[in-house]
């Protein structure tokens, strides 16, 4: 049974096909338990954000995998079967840890990705649909792309969402300082679009968030540098005449910004032009908004020839991050090999103390018969050697037997020997003769 990850993201698939996959994180739950009943598997982990949704599991029928996205969201087989993509294995374990370090993402070496793989092993922690397995696999993930970023220049001066919103806005308006920006959602992505603004010295900041708590917040952070007012979700159409920029991310299934409501704003604003941009999947805004004249819409997928104007000065970066990562997917395949072996070891040493007690028990026998102490001692020891060389004579014996001599040598090094290739019989070749399990020198 295999690790396995399928998804597509935003270099395989158009944010129209994006959102029709997306989870939002009230159903998250729902999906992570229906996905593992109808793949009959008990590790599944869902990631899911704007650019990308991902599915990784340990399952020895991964084409399950994919029906069960399509049969989840309604489409067929063919609808996604020229987008997505599918790791097994290794090439999975990299893929994990390259989504991790943000090497994968639109933004590249962007800081948000790492948080959003946290949470949804979270989340599927919380759903009962991790083991311990998959959770170091993840572990092994974080320590890898915490170690890429520390240690590589991957993440400096990405330019990130946020930051790409704030440039769009700059290439709209001659002053930012004369703009109203309405945030709609207070989430981690709006919270970072917000605080660019306010460094870019922007006007006045609207804030519209379902929940007046998390609204709240961010605006006690940022009123000491501009004027911040919180609107009632309720009140989002009519606070749309007011907004020179619209960044909305609300992570809702349905739109929450409809075309005759913009219509309206426009109306009420003598036609002054409006930013708006999208940065949720599926979209917030309705996309007849981007037939109305005066307003520039931008949704995810638009954000990324603002996103590649610095990414040529962090290629060479990349290509260096790369190789950590090539590095630290094998580290973990190794450990898991050799977590592997740890039952075969056991059993050994348990066999090993087997034969021990065995061969003692036969020389306290044989001492308690009046035995001469030195032989029964000779004999222990020479029952003990022959049992104990016996498995590794047969595997030396074996390898031989391949012809290849880098078998024979690979023998030799597992039992820590260094090969000897006599050319004609000797002492040590005739006791190995007689040391075998049942050639005892002395009988009790």
Known sequence: MGFFALGVNHTTASVDLREKVAFSPERLATALHEACAFCHLNDLVILSTCNRTE????????????????????????????????????????HLIRV???????????????????????????????????????EHAFYAAKKVRSETAVGEQAISMGYAVVQLAQQVFSSLSQTTALIVAAGEMNTLVARHLVEQNVGRLLICNRGVERATLLADELMARVPVEIIPFDQLADALPRADIVSSCTGSLHQVIYASDVKQALKKRRFKPMLMVDLAVPRDIDQAVSRLNDVYLYDVDHLQTVIEG??????????????????L?????????????????????????????????????????????EQVLERLANALTAKLAHAPSQLVRQAAMHENPEILEWSMNALGIEALVPNEPTEGNEQIAQLQPGNELLKP
Do not use: C
């Open 55 to 94: 599915i990784y599991a340990i399952t020895p029928k991964p084409d399950l995998l994919l029906d069960w996205l399509t049969h989840f969201n309604g489409l067929q087989r063919t609808d996604l079967l020229q987008h997505v993509y599918q790791f097994d294995n290794e090439s999975a374990i990299t």
């Open 100 to 138: 991790a370090s943000g090497l994968d993402s639109m933004v590249l070496g962007e800081p948000q990705i790492f948080g959003q793989v946290k949470n949804a092993l979270q989340l599927a922690r919380q759903a009962g649909t991790v083991s311990s397995q998959l959770s170091r696999l993840f």
């Open 310 to 327: 610095n990414l040529a000065q962090r290629r060479q970066a990349a290509l260096e991050a790369e190789v950590m990562v090539s590095q």
């Open 329 to 373: 997917s094998a580290q973990f395949i190794r450990q898991q090999r050799s977590e592997q072996a740890t039952p075969y070891i056991v059993a050994y040493r348990g066999h090993i103390e087997q034969l021990k007690a065995s061969e003692l028990d036969k020389a306290r026998q044989l001492l308690a018969q009046g035995q001469d102490a």
